[in-house]
């Protein structure tokens, strides 16, 4: 490689499809065992690194891709830690942490690190827990930390007063219920979900159907569920659908 490929090779950069497409390529892999108790397996790698380059017409080593992985788990630590301390809930609307200006003021002042993700989204945070928590291999551990959450997210935006047991039991097994169905589901079916619920009343029943088929393509469907509600993902969904007539 030459010494400009090499230079060029250490600024790589990555963006929001490609880190959706690092995440489900390295679930995949920890999906059919190539992940040991020290870590992913060799030829794990080796096969993120080759369809890494092939889907995205990229020149990334393969170290490269681990210190992105690497990011992405930090991402998922701060996150989860947050989560795990009372006041913090998660906005899976706007991919968030929901939390009050004074615990987050107490909280940052003793976790300066962690202070860019006051209103920062990682649209791609639950895929990092199936990542990093192994959620694929048990769902057990992605219903506890589902109802964790809701509870942290009740306890931040209710003030005074004692919480109410059949509420919050009541809140937290829909939820519980809601994030097993969703993980049966495919990207595909995820996405049809969003515009259903989302593109029904705006889109006509042609428009509707023409989205449906971009959402056959999984790569479009995994990256149109992690983007953010608004005016960016509405052009991309109808450039989308304007390329398929």
């Known amino acids: 490689m030459s010494a400009r490929s090499s230079s060029a090779a250490a600024r790589a950069s990555w963006d929001l499809d490609m880190d959706v497409f690092l995440v489900e390529a390295m679930t995949d892999q ?33 170290q490269q891709i681990k210190t992105r992985v690497q990011t992405l788990k930090s991402k998922y630590t701060t996150i989860s830690h947050m989560l795990r301390v009372s006041g913090f809930g998660w906005d899976t609307n706007h991919n968030v942490v929901l939390v009050h200006d004074d615990v987050w003021d107490r909280y940052v002042s003793e976790h300066p690190k962690a202070i860019d993700y006051r209103k920062k989204a ?13 959620t694929y291999a048990t769902g057990e551990h992605a219903l506890s930390l589902t109802s964790q959450s809701i509870l942290t997210q009740i ?34 079916q995820k996405a049809i979900k969003v515009l259903q619920k989302t593109y029904a009343e705006r889109f006509s029943a042609f428009e509707m159907a023409q989205a449906f088929d971009v959402m056959l393509d999984e790569n479009k469907a995994r990256l149109f569920v992690v983007m953010e509600e608004g005016e960016v993902r509405d052009i991309w969904l109808a450039n989308q659908v304007s390329s398929s007539d």
């Not at 990682?122 to 192994?134: A, I, K, Q, S």
């Open 30 to 62: 920890a999906k059919t065992g190539k992940r040991a108790d020290s870590g992913f397996k060799k030829e794990a790698w080796v096969a993120v690194h080759e369809s890494m380059n092939e889907r995205f017409n990229k020149e990334l080593t393969i």
């Open 122 to 134: 990682v649209p791609y945070y639950e895929d990092l827990v199936d990542l990093f928590e192994g």
């Open 155 to 188: 306890q931040a935006f209710l003030s005074g007063g004692a919480l109410i047991a059949d509420a919050i039991n009541e809140v937290a097994t829909e939820m519980r219920n809601r994030t097993a169905r969703m993980k049966t589901l495919t990207p595909s």
